[in-house]
């Protein structure tokens, strides 16, 4: 049977997670039988249980097929030491199942086209990812270190560094992905100016020479390509990069595709050899936010296209996958919106768009 875990963490978290799980029952209704099991993450977490994800929620982690993650956070638990603030439950979830693959898909409805800065010719129907390598690089390289040189200056450093098996494993991830949407990797780096670019397209290049030239292969300069990714975004299939470019370039993208509230994404690790299982954390790109809270009007999409990601690279079900996507977008055609996305315009609850697209669902399959 399919198992899931659900950590729905804190704010909308639950908000949003309560509405996939009726996206989930609806699955279940039709034969789908996935099993869940539920857990606390984030701020939760540290009031039930002193840390922001405890042991017992790891081993559970390790024992299901995919973890639905909702968002973590609040001002609550600002004054808290870093490592029992609730964000170092997503980094110690991240950093135990070692999810060095971070999947953002940057999809954009034709109904919400004019949401995007950019112009509706431009990024109507885009539906890109980008794919960034999220455990290495300069965010976690040593020496990491601010330090006193005398005469009043300081000198702060932050290193990059990659090995060839961090640079392999993430291209063929890309290769793998662009074979199962429409065939195309771009590398970005800075090969110009760094020695980690320099190896970066030499890893890529081997890998795609090794068993993926089915794939087509392009490189640009990191630079060149966020210029790219403003003016002409649908030229794009899969852009892979590292993490301080992907971190960049993911923002970008999402800026095209109009609001947080309906970003969803994937972080995926090693396929397990024992049950042959890609380790995988799906969750949406938002946070907790506070302000809304509680008030059941927060976009539920974002968490629900989770989801849907899931159903595709965890669950194989890639008819009901792409159902599930056609719900969202019917249901952003017939008009209806989340107060994110309304611009001012009458706004639903996330009870009432979470029942919009399950009626969608049920037509589009
Ligand atoms: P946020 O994403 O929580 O909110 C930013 C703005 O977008 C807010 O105005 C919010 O109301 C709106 N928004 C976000 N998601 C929405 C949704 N689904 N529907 C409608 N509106 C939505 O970012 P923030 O305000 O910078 O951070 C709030 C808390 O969340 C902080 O504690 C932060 O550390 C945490 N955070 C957690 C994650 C995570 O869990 N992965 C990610 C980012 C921020």
């Known amino acids: 049977m399919p198992s899931l875990l659900l950590l729905a963490g804190d704010g909308i978290g639950p908000e949003v997670m309560a509405?996939?799980?009726?996206?989930?029952?609806?699955?279940?209704?039709?034969?789908?039988?996935?099993?869940?099991?539920?857990?606390?993450?984030?701020?939760?977490?540290?009031?039930?249980?002193?840390?922001?994800?405890?042991?017992?929620?790891?081993?559970?982690?390790?024992?299901?097929?995919?973890?639905?993650?909702?968002?973590?956070?609040?001002?609550?638990?600002?004054?808290?030491?870093?490592?029992?603030?609730?964000?170092?439950?997503?980094?110690?979830?991240?950093?135990?199942?070692?999810?060095?693959?971070?999947?953002?898909?940057?999809?954009?409805?034709p109904a919400l086209a004019d949401a995007s800065s950019l112009k509706r010719e431009v990024v109507e129907g885009l539906d890109i990812v980008i794919l960034r390598e999220l455990t290495g690089g300069v965010y976690f390289g040593e020496p990491k270190t601010i330090e006193d040189i005398g005469n009043g200056q300081k000198r702060a450093i932050d290193t990059q560094i990659y090995d060839t098996y961090e640079i392999d494993r993430i291209a063929r991830a890309a290769f793998e992905?662009?074979?199962?949407?429409?065939?195309?990797?771009?590398?970005?780096?800075?090969?110009?100016?760094?020695?980690?670019?320099?190896?970066?397209?030499?890893?890529?290049?081997?890998?795609?020479?090794?068993?993926?030239?089915?794939?087509?292969?392009?490189h640009m300069l990191a630079d060149s390509g966020a210029m790219q990714l403003v003016r002409d975004p649908k030229q794009f299939d899969v852009i892979v990069c590292d993490n301080l470019f992907g971190d960049l370039l993911s923002d970008i993208a999402a800026q095209l595709t109009g609001s947080l509230g309906m970003l969803p994404s994937a972080s995926l690790g090693a396929v397990d050899s024992k049950t042959g299982r890609r380790r995988a954390l799906y969750e949406p790109v938002h946070g907790s936010a506070p302000d809304i809270a509680g008030k059941g009007i927060?976009?539920?999409?974002?968490?629900?296209?989770?989801?849907?990601?899931?159903?595709?690279?965890?669950?194989?079900?890639?008819?009901?996958?792409?159902?599930?996507?056609?719900?969202?977008?019917?249901?952003?055609?017939?008009?209806?919106?989340?107060?994110?996305?309304?611009?001012?315009?009458?706004?639903?609850?996330?009870?009432?768009?979470?029942?919009?697209?399950?009626?969608?669902?049920?037509?589009?399959?």
Not at 64 to 93: S, T
Not at 317 to 342: H, S, V, Y
Request: hydrophobic share 45%; glycine share 10%; charged share 25%.
């Open 298 to 365: 927060a976009n539920p999409i974002a968490m629900i296209a989770s989801f849907g990601m899931a159903l595709q690279y965890s669950f194989g079900m890639i008819t009901e996958a792409k159902a599930l996507d056609a719900a969202i977008a019917a249901t952003l055609a017939e008009g209806l919106r989340t107060a994110d996305i309304a611009h001012g315009a009458k706004a639903i609850s996330t009870d009432e768009m979470t029942d919009a697209i399950l009626g969608n669902l049920e037509k589009a399959l």
């Open 177 to 218: 992905l662009a074979r199962a949407r429409n065939g195309r990797v771009t590398s970005m780096e800075k090969r110009n100016v760094m020695k980690t670019g320099v190896l970066w397209r030499e890893v890529v290049e081997a890998a795609h020479k090794d068993g993926n030239e089915d794939v087509k292969l392009d």
């Open 19 to 109: 509405a996939t799980e009726r996206v989930i029952d609806f699955f279940n209704r039709r034969g789908a039988g996935f099993e869940l099991q539920r857990a606390l993450v984030g701020g939760a977490a540290v009031d039930a249980e002193g840390d922001p994800v405890s042991d017992e929620t790891l081993a559970i982690g390790e024992s299901v097929d995919a973890m639905l993650f909702g968002a973590v956070g609040g001002p609550q638990y600002d004054g808290l030491p870093y490592e029992k603030r609730p964000e170092a439950g997503l980094l110690r979830l991240r950093k135990h199942f070692e999810l060095f693959a971070n999947i953002r898909p940057a999809i954009c409805y």
